[in-house]
């Protein structure tokens, strides 16, 4: 795993996925990124998480179409239906309404394809398993999150590709992961 250093670098790598312990700024980092890509002109979209807050305390996820701006819960303390992730129960209905058809989507249509998170709430949808890897195999860019702990298949298939680059975010890192991963985007959107 690679920590913003310049090794990051050294070839082209078309899946770049943050990782941290929770809480870190995966999701700051890559929206940081994403605002940099669309600077450059880049299409992107798919879809980003965010939590839940009520009086200062998480009580859930958000789901958001990062083009569209459709929400959806992702998981919620007060949900009655669903898989159970720790507190949380895990929306599969707002997760494909929003989340998959926002991948689906950004397949089609964009540059990028952004993915936040492949964790375990998500990982519990075989459509959007699915949709996962076809962002993989489509060839395009894929910027996103994967979850630190989490030992699912698919999370350590895509860790274990060459063509993909693994950043972990520290609260000290987090600037200079953004500018590599930005950094290894550009190399590839521009020498593909």
């Known amino acids: 795993m690679q920590s913003g250093s310049s090794r990051a670098n050294t070839s082209l790598k078309r899946l770049i996925f943050f990782t941290g312990r929770p809480g870190v700024g995966k999701t700051t980092a890559l929206v940081s990124c994403i605002q940099a890509l ?42 009655c239906e669903g898989p159970k992730v720790g507190k949380y129960r895990v929306n599969l209905r707002d997760l494909a309404r929003v989340g998959v058809n926002a991948i689906i989507r950004a397949i089609n249509e964009s540059d990028v394809i952004v993915i936040d998170e492949v964790g375990p709430m998500e990982l519990l949808s075989r459509e959007f398993k699915d949709a996962v890897m076809k962002a993989v195999d489509s060839g395009k860019l894929v910027l996103g999150t994967v979850h630190f702990k989490a030992r699912d298949p698919l999370i350590t298939l895509l860790k274990g590709r060459s063509d993909a680059s693994i950043l972990e975010v520290t609260v000290q890192n987090r600037d200079q992961v953004v500018k590599t991963a930005t950094d290894l985007a550009l190399r590839y959107a521009y020498h593909s």
């Open 38 to 79: 669309k600077a450059k002109s880049l299409k992107v979209s798919g879809m980003v998480s965010r939590e839940i807050r009520s009086k200062g305390i998480r009580v859930g996820f958000e789901v958001i179409d990062i083009t569209t701006g459709e929400v959806g819960v992702l998981a919620h303390v007060e949900q």
